[in-house]
């Protein structure tokens, strides 16, 4: 649970205190899974310089991917951590969440997932 408040206020604090710089652009991990091209056409707009991706360059396996996580889905990428744990951490991890203002984060994780079983 001390992990999971930590990256919260860490998650918030950049938010909160960084986003006001001119320049400054957040893109998280849950974008840059489920949507890469738009997380990499965002940053290089405020770089203000072109950017073109590789058509399957998003869908590879970086250098530092565990050879027993490749190919495993982009929903188990993001949310695979619900699996390793008990009931009882996850919730407890997602009381965190709640109650440091991470909801957005979630919620938009989840109309993702919602999205793509349309």
């Known amino acids: 649970m001390k992990m999971a408040a930590y990256w919260a206020l860490t998650e918030n604090y950049v938010e ?3 986003s006001g710089f001119d320049g400054f652009v957040s893109v ?9 091209e738009q997380a990499l056409n965002t940053v290089a707009d405020v770089l203000d310089v072109s950017c073109s991706i590789e058509e399957d360059a998003v869908e590879k396996n970086s250098n530092t991917t565990q050879s027993t996580r ?3 889905s982009k929903m188990n990428r993001i949310a695979g951590w619900k699996s390793e744990l008990n009931s009882s951490q996850v919730r407890s991890i997602e009381k965190v969440v709640q109650e440091l203002g991470m909801l957005e984060r979630t919620d938009f ?4 997932v919602l999205n793509r079983k349309k």
């Open 28 to 36: 998280n991990y849950d974008q840059m899974v489920l949507e890469p």
């Open 109 to 112: 994780i989840e109309s993702k």
């Open 70 to 72: 490749h190919d495993i």
């Open 16 to 18: 909160r205190e960084l």
